[in-house]
């Protein structure tokens, strides 16, 4: 396949998810609540943030494949020690977790992933622009969890999240590029949704 008919697939396949994904706001409200804001903003510990993973990830080859569509939660932005960024140590009560499936364009070989047991090594921020925090992380997979994977989760913008889980370590499965995110603010964008669907 050329690579001209890969880019195009690849931009059909994305244009049908923002189809579906406009569809479901509009007409399934509910559903849409469930999606976008699985996880609580405070669980009595801390505060948390929260997400969706919405990304394409590349085959063995270097070529999108995958379509990866899930939730993530996390204190790594809200947690002033790991902000703080006090050098090689452990930030107590640091947490980020992840869930996410993973289906092939034609709609095949779908699976189910975990990121989870996140340990922080450093931390660095740049102009409150990106948050950058490097540790390591467990991950499902098909053989089982793989443990104590280089990883590196990037918050832009206080809109995008970035997930680096380092490709040697997992045999390359989430391809060679981050799996990308929205990160939610609460709870103005939980206002703007219900506005926006009327309710």
């Not at 992933?113 to 921020?125: K, P, R």
């Not at 740049?126 to 994977?149: E, F, H, Q």
Request: aromatic content about 8%.
């Amino acid at each position: 396949m050329s690579m001209k008919r890969r880019m195009l697939v690849v931009v059909s396949v994305m244009a049908s998810l923002m189809a579906i994904s406009f569809g479901l706001i509009s007409g399934y409200d509910n559903i849409v609540h469930a999606a976008a804001y699985p996880y609580p903003v405070s669980d009595g510990k801390g505060e948390y943030r929260f997400g969706t993973i919405s990304s394409i990830q590349n085959d063995e080859n270097g070529i999108p494949a995958w379509i990866v569509s899930g939730n993530w939660k996390s204190n790594l932005s809200t947690n002033q020690s790991v902000i703080g960024d006090q050098g090689n140590e452990t930030f107590p009560g640091s947490s980020f977790n992840a869930q996410f499936e993973m289906v092939r364009f034609n709609g095949s070989a779908d699976h189910t992933h975990t990121i989870t047991n996140f340990v922080v090594a450093n931390s660095s921020q740049i102009d409150n622009a990106m948050l950058t925090v490097n540790g390591t992380t467990t991950a499902s997979l098909r053989g089982g969890p793989i443990t104590d994977i280089p990883t590196s989760i990037s918050i832009i913008g206080d809109k995008v999240i970035s997930i680096w889980l380092d490709p040697s370590k997992i045999d390359n499965h989430y391809g060679n590029t981050p799996i990308y995110g929205q990160v939610m603010n609460e709870p103005t964008d939980r206002h703007e949704l219900m506005n926006h669907n009327g309710t």
